[in-house]
């Protein structure tokens, strides 16, 4: 296991307390992620250095580690819409792939009731094909049966609300923006146990947007949490009733979105 080069963690933070009136969805528990970089680290380059490093890098390549999530904790409930903002590098996106369980955790941990789909910014979307084959192949992918596919077809379409004729094109053809709207009304059209979407409405314009934070109320009532990773903090604002701030890996602080922008905002114009 890769070592943690941070070194100041002077007290143990709280443990988690979990409010069992509510229903609990996603434990994150003194959760590290540690990111293991190899080749990194190099030395400035002579022929001389270079042959060392080869020879070296046979049986000992260079790592280095990212420490990028650090000691995160807390509960989320069904019903939470949770936005996660912070600086970029400060472990958001990281944080999400985490509950996605796409990353393992160093130490800690991260437990969900139910199953997390993760709608990336990169979310895989075959750019060859058209909207129409991608809806099917995406709505497929989030576990959707053919006969499901069927019966939301016609909504999903609607709801991305691309303009006329593109469904029939290839993704390659899509602005950044058209693209995005396809992958949310794709994600948002199954219920989730646990929605994670990273910075995935962030192209959409503002009728979108508003379409958006109505599909998310509704997200929110039928399944169980949704997180939202956005840097646009008035998004955050209008469709979540909790943040989370991270700074340098750590939460800073977890509670009502106007408390927690208000204060974010505060520190980052010092
Ligand atoms: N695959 C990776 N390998 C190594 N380090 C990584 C990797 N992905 C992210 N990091 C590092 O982890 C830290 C947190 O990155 P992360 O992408 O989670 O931040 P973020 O808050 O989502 O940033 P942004 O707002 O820019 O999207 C950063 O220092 C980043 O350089």
Request: proline share 4%.
């Amino acid at each position: 296991m890769a070592e943690i080069q941070e070194q100041a963690r002077p007290v143990a933070p709280p443990p988690v307390v979990i409010d069992y009136t509510r229903q609990p969805i996603v434990v994150v528990d003194d959760l590290h992620i540690v990111y293991k970089v190899y080749g990194a680290a190099r030395e400035k380059s002579s022929g001389a250095t270079a042959l060392a490093r080869v020879l070296r890098r046979k049986d000992r390549p260079q790592t280095t580690t990212v420490h990028a999530v650090k000691g995160v904790s807390f509960v989320a409930y069904k019903g939470d819409a949770i936005g996660v903002i912070g600086t970029n590098g400060s472990g958001k996106s990281t944080l999400l792939k985490a509950i996605a369980g796409l990353l393992p955790p160093h130490t800690g941990g991260v437990y969900t009731d139910g199953q997390p789909s993760l709608l990336g910014v990169g979310a895989a979307l075959m750019k060859d094909l058209t909207g129409e084959r991608n809806i099917v192949l995406g709505c497929l992918a989030v576990g959707m049966t053919p006969e499901e596919v069927k019966a939301k077809y016609q909504s999903i379409v609607q709801f991305a609300g691309l303009r006329k004729g593109f469904i029939k094109y290839p993704m390659r053809t899509y602005s950044s923006g058209m693209g995005a709207r396809l992958r949310f009304a794709i994600a948002s059209a199954r219920t989730h146990d646990v929605l994670l979407i990273d910075e995935a409405l962030a192209t959409g314009d503002a009728k979108f947007r508003k379409r958006s934070k109505a599909k998310i109320e509704q997200l929110r009532k039928d399944a169980g949490a949704v997180f939202l990773v956005a840097h646009q903090l008035d998004v955050v604002e209008e469709t979540c009733n909790r943040v989370l701030w991270l700074d340098d890996g750590r939460l800073v602080m977890d509670g009502e979105p106007k408390e927690v922008i208000a204060a974010y905002n505060e520190a980052i114009n010092k």
